[in-house]
């Protein structure tokens, strides 16, 4: 047999292995895209559903006409305090497409100019305060589902102004996370 023959034979090898493993490897790839495909299907799934029971929470500045058990406090504070990002606007990004939901549903208003400014008031950022009570509401949403609770009652919420050098303004907002009985 000449040496061509055998050298083609073993080039002819290499090439079908390292073709085989090409293979291998895009059909990994494949399976792995796949895989990870179906993981974010299942976390986009998990969010919305998170969502919907963050949402079925109740919060009420009253009572509930229904017995239930008493859980806990709970608590949320947001300020629009910071020169180039504040915890309001990190927040305001969180909730943007809620936002903008109800905003599209006349649910909030929409965001309008301040002319406080030509008479010699400052608005210490008024046209936030329904996106912070919004965002506020929804963080003690969150926290009553994990403690356990599905309303929060007797919520309150305080709004400082802090009116020395820039203005900002402090949102508290607070309840009694609670656990209906049903039946």
Do not use: C, H
């Not at 309008?112 to 008031?121: A, H, N, P, T």
Request: hydrophobic letters at 40%; zero cysteines.
């Amino acid at each position: 047999m000449p040496f061509w023959d055998t050298d083609y034979k073993k080039e002819a090898m290499k090439t079908k292995a390292a073709k085989e493993a090409a293979e291998q490897k895009a059909a990994e790839a494949k399976q792995k895209a796949a895989e990870a495909k179906q993981k974010a299907a299942e976390a986009k799934q998990r969010a919305a559903e998170y969502r919907q029971k963050v949402n079925a929470v109740i919060v009420t500045t009253g009572d509930l006409k229904e017995d239930y058990e008493i859980i806990g406090p709970v608590y949320f504070q947001v300020s629009n305090k910071g020169l180039f990002s504040s915890s309001l606007s990190d927040l305001v990004n969180k909730y943007s497409a809620e936002i903008e939901d109800m905003k599209n549903s006349a649910l909030m208003s929409e965001r309008r100019s301040d002319w406080g400014f030509l008479w010699g008031e400052y608005s210490v950022g008024q046209n936030d305060f329904e996106k912070a009570f919004f965002v506020a509401t929804q963080e003690l949403k969150k926290r009553a589902l994990m403690l356990g609770g599905d309303a929060v009652v007797s919520m309150r919420q305080d709004i400082d102004l802090d009116t020395s050098g820039f203005q900002y303004f402090y949102l508290q907002m607070y309840g009694t996370v609670v656990k209906r009985i049903n039946g």
